[in-house]
């Protein structure tokens, strides 16, 4: 479903991605930790090509996404993203921003729209929150809506850039359980998040990236019984403590 | 010395001031009055579309977009905008010929239309721009993401905020530009300024006149900064606010 093969990428002077190799395989849950500054949000950014890579090559659902003469929005319309400061539209009810991109991008009627976003708030558990403004929500909530907005295009693949770490932890679970309940249905993912829990019980595989490279790739249960890597061992004892 | 003899010696006239009783008067200032704001409101409209398209082009990814609209808006932001009334008042029939035939004569207020929505058009391109870079890249982002494409993006995501933002700018510029419009009146459009020059050519009494002239303009453009501040309904966000005070700061200073 994605295959990263030697991806290099620099910022500037920065060479923040140093060969990035990593496959993901239909309905598979991978959860990708590390440092800050360890590369993992601009990989996962590479996967929609909201960053451009310099070199290697990136297959996601059988299209070349850094080729040229790809369809980028058709691309984007198969993989939903949630961000770590939700952006949701603050001038659109939490209805409205579900609907924007399926009537827009889709061309469904405002109708079949609608329809399809009270049922994706009832699924993320805010049916009643359908015509409150963003500004109106707890961060929890919002995040929630924009999980939402993102399962409405009814992508292939969902994207996580740390989607807890604005949120207080008693709003944490409430986002951590939709993205539990979205793996069991057999989405497949890319969470980037140092929640060790959601790892544990939710993901197949767990990724550690430092300094832009892909330190250790394995199942869940061994990295954390007995991860390969003491860097990766470093950082988990200093995580888990927390 | 008696009253009358210490108004006239400071200049006023109070013999003419029977004629502020006579309404024909005030119809006189009224047509001033009425000129004046059709004007206004014209160029700011005009302003506005162009100057979203100019900002839409200073913003453009494309090199060949970015740069003509970086030139001209800058260009036409150094240029005095009396300067450029003038010109479209002498130049303005001759220079629209060639698409509505040899014969056509561009009327006064559409002249002075052009010139005053030229600079303007620029001063607004520069505010919308600074609304739309004061929004956070994340909205982008997201809607991107979403597979929407940048126009799309532009018109259901970025302008709606933007445009929020910005009112209480465009008011503010929309002020302005009531003020600008006594410019017109050298191109012989009877604006509110103008009209009163008509009057105190012929009565001698240009204090009382200016006076008169004066509080009327005070008073449009009091009512449009009140409204205004009424309009900015603590919604937007502190930090963007301030960016688009900056640009309009530069621009009075410019």
């Known amino acids: 479903m994605i295959e990263f093969r030697d991806v290099h990428k620099h910022f ?16 598979e849950v991978v959860v990708v930790i590390g440092p800050s500054g360890s590369g993992k949000s601009t990989m996962i950014r590479t996967i929609n090509r909201l960053e451009p890579i310099d070199s290697g090559s990136l297959v996601v659902d059988g299209l070349r996404v850094h080729e040229k003469n790809v369809d980028v929005n058709r ?19 939490a209805a409205e921003n579900i609907m924007l991109a399926p009537m827009r991008a889709r061309g469904l009627s405002r109708r079949e729209s609608r329809e399809r976003a009270e049922r994706l708030l009832a699924k993320v558990g805010i049916p009643e929150k359908a015509d409150v403004h963003p500004a109106r929500l707890s961060g929890g909530q919002q995040q929630r809506v924009a999980i939402a907005r993102a399962l409405a295009m009814e992508p292939k693949i969902m994207l996580f850039d740390e989607p807890t770490s604005a949120l207080d932890a008693e709003m944490i679970r409430e986002v951590l359980d939709v993205m539990r309940q979205l793996a069991s249905e057999g989405m497949t993912m890319v969470v980037i998040t140092h929640e060790v829990g959601f790892a544990r019980e939710a993901s197949n595989r767990v990724v550690f ?11 869940t249960a061994t990295f954390f019984e007995r991860p390969r890597e003491e860097r990766a061992r470093q950082f988990l004892s200093k995580v888990i403590k927390h | ?19 502020f009783a006579d309404p024909a008067i005030w119809r006189f200032f009224g047509e001033g009055i009425r000129e004046t704001l059709l004007i206004s ?21 494309r090199r060949w977009i970015r740069w003509p609209s970086i030139a001209w808006i800058e260009s036409i932001r150094a240029l005095p905008v009396l300067l450029l009334i003038v010109y479209f008042g002498i130049k303005g029939s001759s220079l629209f010929r060639p698409i509505f035939g040899p014969d056509f004569d561009l009327p006064r207020f559409w002249a002075g239309v052009l010139g005053l929505s030229m600079y303007t058009s620029a001063v607004l391109a520069e505010i919308i721009r600074a609304g739309i870079l004061s929004l956070p890249r994340g909205q982008t982002e ?42 017109v009146g050298t191109i012989g459009v009877f604006e509110l300024l103008r009209q009163g020059r008509t009057i105190y050519t012929q009565f ?20 449009l900064s009140q409204l205004s501040r009424r309009l900015e309904l603590g919604r937007a966000p ?13 621009d009075q200073a410019a």
């Open chain 2, 41 to 61: 409101v014209v160029a700011v409209a005009v302003s506005f579309v162009a100057g979203l398209l100019l900002a839409l082009g200073r913003l453009s990814t």
């Open chain 2, 238 to 250: 502190r930090l963007a606010r301030i960016k688009i005070q900056e640009v309009q700061l530069r």
């Open chain 1, 12 to 27: 500037g002077q920065l060479h923040v991605l140093r060969g990035i190799d990593l496959s993901l395989s239909e309905r």
């Open chain 1, 75 to 93: 691309l984007r319309r198969d993989v939903g993203m949630v961000f770590q400061s939700f952006n949701l539209f603050p001038h659109l009810t």
């Open chain 2, 1 to 19: 010395m008696d009253i009358t003899e210490f108004l006239q010696a400071h200049g006023l006239r109070p013999s003419t001031w029977p004629m």
């Open chain 2, 204 to 223: 001698f009494n240009p204090i009382e006149v200016l006076l008169i002239v004066a509080f009327i303009y005070f008073v449009i453009c009091f009512v």
């Open chain 1, 209 to 219: 990236m430092d300094e832009g490279r892909i330190i250790e790739d394995s199942p």
């Open chain 2, 142 to 183: 997201a809607a991107r993401a979403l597979g929407l494409s940048h126009p799309q993006t532009l018109r259901h995501v970025i302008l709606p905020q933007a445009l929020r933002l910005m009112v209480p700018a465009m008011m503010a510029q929309l002020t302005t530009v009531i003020k600008d419009t006594s410019l």
